[in-house]
Structures are given as structure tokens and as C-alpha cells.
């Protein structure tokens, strides 16, 4: 069963330690900043859309990383508060309209783990463009994060 709860922890950990890599490095351009920018920003926008709230970024808008490293652990909070939400109505679903204008309705709980997935594809290509600047890059594998950081798993001696 898949554990969004689990899910979520790696993926706001991960973001945060790309996040900290960004603002450790001297970047010869915005795109990685960009990116990432972007991954923050998609959490606001879906979170605007399950809570009816107002989301104050677009989707593309650049963020310097230490408003990055606050809006990720702001958003890590919403989304254990909407998770809290869906326990106590499993078919919550969220009727939103998209950027194309076209309305659409989706179970939130498939919301959030699109939001995780998004998370991981957009952090490749930053850690991508990250590496090809010779700049050293975070380690975030899902496994090294149950390994090291969750100590989850002991060495078989």
C-alpha cells in the first residue's frame, strides 16, 4: 500500500536539500532556480485549488532560495493538513479549473501523489543541470533517505 504520509516526508526532505544546494552554489544561470521555483510553486497552485485559498505565485515565478526553503516547509505542513482531511473522507474530491481554463474533478488524494511525482521528475533535471556545472550535487535517493536520515533499515552483520 502506498503511504503518502512516507511519500510526502522524503519528497519535502529531497526538495529541501536541493534547495540548500542552490543556495550554496554560484550558478552560471536561473534555470535551476527556476525549476525548483516551479516545483514550489505547483504545490501553491494545487493547494489554492483543494483549499479555495489564494496562491500569491504563478507557476513559473522565481523565488530566491531561502523563500523556497520557507514555502516547502510551509506546504509540507498543508499537506499533512489535507491528509489529515482525506482520513476522515477517503473519496474527498477537489473540482478545479485548470490553466487552460477547463474545469476538472479528481480525487485530492491522487492530487498529492501527483504533487510527489511532479516533485521527483522536476528535482532530476535540476540535479542534472546541477551536476553538468561540475557543482556537487545532494544525494536523495529514496533509499539513502530510509537508510541514513530514517535509519529505517540496519546493516546486516
Known amino acids: 500500500m502506498i503511504d503518502l504520509i512516507e511519500l510526502s516526508e522524503y519528497d519535502f526532505w529531497a526538495n529541501g536539500e536541493v534547495i540548500d544546494c542552490l543556495s ?13 521555483s516551479h516545483v ?7 493547494f489554492e485549488r483543494i483549499e479555495k485559498s489564494k496562491h500569491n505565485s504563478g507557476v513559473w515565478d522565481i ?3 531561502e523563500i523556497l526553503k520557507s514555502k516547502n ?3 509540507e505542513k498543508t499537506f499533512r493538513k489535507i491528509l489529515n482531511e482525506i482520513k476522515s473522507d477517503p473519496e474527498m474530491q477537489t473540482v478545479y479549473v485548470n490553466t487552460s481554463g477547463e474545469k476538472f474533478a479528481s480525487y485530492t488524494k491522487d492530487i498529492l501523489m501527483h504533487l ?21 550535487i545532494p544525494y536523495i535517493d529514496y533509499i539513502h533517505y530510509k537508510r541514513k536520515i530514517k535509519n529505517r533499515i540496519s546493516k546486516n552483520e
Open 73 to 75: 516547509q510551509e506546504y
Open 63 to 65: 523565488h530566491l532560495p
Open 116 to 136: 510527489i511525482i511532479h516533485s521527483s521528475y522536476h528535482r532530476g533535471q535540476v540535479i542534472q543541470l546541477l551536476s553538468s556545472y561540475g557543482l556537487e
Open 24 to 36: 550554496r552554489s554560484d550558478l552560471p544561470e536561473n534555470k535551476p532556480l527556476k525549476i525548483m
Open 40 to 46: 514550489i510553486n505547483a504545490y501553491g497552485l494545487w
